[in-house]
């Protein structure tokens, strides 16, 4: 299939052999999935992606998982060059998007009473790490292992594989960890022992979880969790963070906790927040934590958390997001793009159970999952530390996997992320997935 897929992508490979010279690693954004090179895009539709190359594909990666309404709908669209030709795209000042989508999501979300919009999901990690501490006067921050918050320094510990403690970056020190920890998912008790734990070192300011599981549902979560883990952070008074990053309008206009029923302290947005446009991240929550960024409700004696951002909230993303998730609501976008999820699921389950293959699929809604069975996924809260070089050869291998699927599945036409999450969207008909299950087998 190599040698298939160069013959169709010449010119992106000409165009990256050029990139590679002045951007580290050829792309700025995709470094995760560009085996053998990575692809030049030209044009985004719905379901569908164009290269340099006029290859067609169906577009499961959607931007990452911005577009729940497929690739640049028209009405948003229109909408966006309406506000570019009255006000451009940015003043730094004060505009009527800004209070129209604070107040849509203040509505939809439960947790949320105040909203305010930043530059990106990490940076809105960063706030929340922030006004926890500021809001609880204490110092802690737990996560789950596996778990994804963005790549600030205190929030890399033991990015994406649980148990590990591995670093998903060199260049942090150690000492950035010191107040940050991390339980295995599902192991309530784990969690409990540790806010115990930090009662003597500094008390827990958050617990931070994405609430259909770390890395975003990868590694799903008992449906008792989140509000086993809300009734702990309640009574160590620690509040609890739900990273919806990736849930807040693609589970439901109201978010994974309208899902699950259970209502977090400080909820974090980005992707869909601002509709596939730029500058997509924020903080919503309950008043009385969300007034520490314009420093608190207690007058003079008030401490503040600090956040800042030129492009933070700016007219442009601020009104794509607005008319994003309007249109999502209006459409029922969440549902469609859940149910072609779940037809794209079973008709891989079913793939893989007629080829007798070593894989797993499995969906929550509109974010599908394609693993390999094994290690990296259920039976992760068994590591000891002599067990380790066998994971981690282990979790090579399945990388090395993925890479080739992904790469093979670009040569039948279809993007993905990295091989093993796909994200369908409200633009995917029954036919478009039947065209892509064909593909897939
Ligand atoms: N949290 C989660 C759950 C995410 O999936 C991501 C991004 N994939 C982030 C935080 C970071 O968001 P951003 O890429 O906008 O910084």
Redesign the pocket.
């Known amino acids: 299939y190599l040698s298939y897929f160069e013959a169709k992508c010449t010119t992106s490979k000409k165009m990256m052999g050029e990139a590679e010279k002045v951007i580290p690693g050829a792309v700025q954004h995709n470094l995760a999935f560009n085996y053998p090179f990575p692809l030049a895009f030209s044009k985004a539709e719905g379901a569908f992606l164009h290269d340099v190359d006029g290859n067609k594909y169906i577009d499961f990666l959607q931007a990452?998982?911005p577009t729940v309404l497929g690739s640049n709908p028209e009405p948003v669209r229109e909408k966006v060059i309406e506000l570019l030709n009255s006000c451009g795209p940015s003043t730094g000042l004060f505009h009527e998007y800004e209070m129209k989508l604070a107040s849509f999501i203040c509505h939809r979300f439960k947790g949320v009473e105040m909203f305010r919009m930043l530059g990106?999901?990490?940076?809105?990690?960063m706030a929340a790490v922030r006004v926890a501490r500021v809001a609880t006067k204490k110092k802690n921050i737990i996560k789950l292992g596996g778990?994804?918050?963005?790549?600030s320094d205190q929030l890399s510990y033991g990015n994406r594989i649980p148990g590990l403690r591995f670093l998903e970056s060199h260049g942090i020190p150690l000492a950035c960890f010191k107040y940050t920890q991390e339980v295995f998912p599902n192991d309530i008790a784990a969690l409990e022992k540790q806010l115990k734990w930090n009662r003597i070192r500094g008390g827990t300011a958050a617990v931070f979880m994405?609430p259909m599981g770390p890395?975003?549902g990868t590694r799903p979560l008992d449906y008792d969790y989140n509000a086993q883990a809300r009734d702990l952070c309640t009574k160590y008074g620690a509040l609890l963070v739900f990273?919806e990053?990736?849930t807040a309008f693609r589970i439901g206009v109201d978010g994974a906790q309208g899902y699950f029923g259970v209502t977090p302290d400080l909820t974090?947005f980005?992707?869909v927040v601002a509709g596939g446009y730029p500058s997509?991240?924020g903080i919503g929550g309950k008043t009385e934590y969300m007034a520490c960024l314009a420093g608190g409700l207690g007058g003079k004696k008030s401490k503040k958390a600090h956040v800042g951002g030129t492009m933070a909230a700016n007219p442009l993303s601020s009104a794509a997001g607005y008319y994003t998730v309007k249109m999502i609501e209006e459409t029922n976008a969440c549902e469609v793009a859940g149910k072609a999820g779940d037809r794209l699921t079973q008709g891989l389950q079913t793939l893989i159970d007629t080829y007798g293959l070593p894989f797993v699929a499995y969906n929550q809604g509109s974010i599908c999952h394609l693993e390999t069975v094994g290690t990296m996924l259920f039976d992760i809260n068994i590591f000891r530390p002599w067990e380790i070089p066998a994971k981690i050869k282990e979790i090579h291998a399945r990388k090395d996997v993925m890479t080739h699927m992904g790469a093979a599945y670009m040569a039948e036409g279809l993007v993905t992320l990295a091989g093993s999450r796909l994200y369908t969207s409200a633009a995917d008909t029954d036919e478009i997935i039947d065209d892509a299950l064909t593909r897939f087998e």
């Open positions: 990452g998982g990106s999901g990490t940076e809105a990690c778990a994804y918050h963005g790549w994405e890395e975003s990273d990053v990736v974090i980005g992707k997509a991240g």
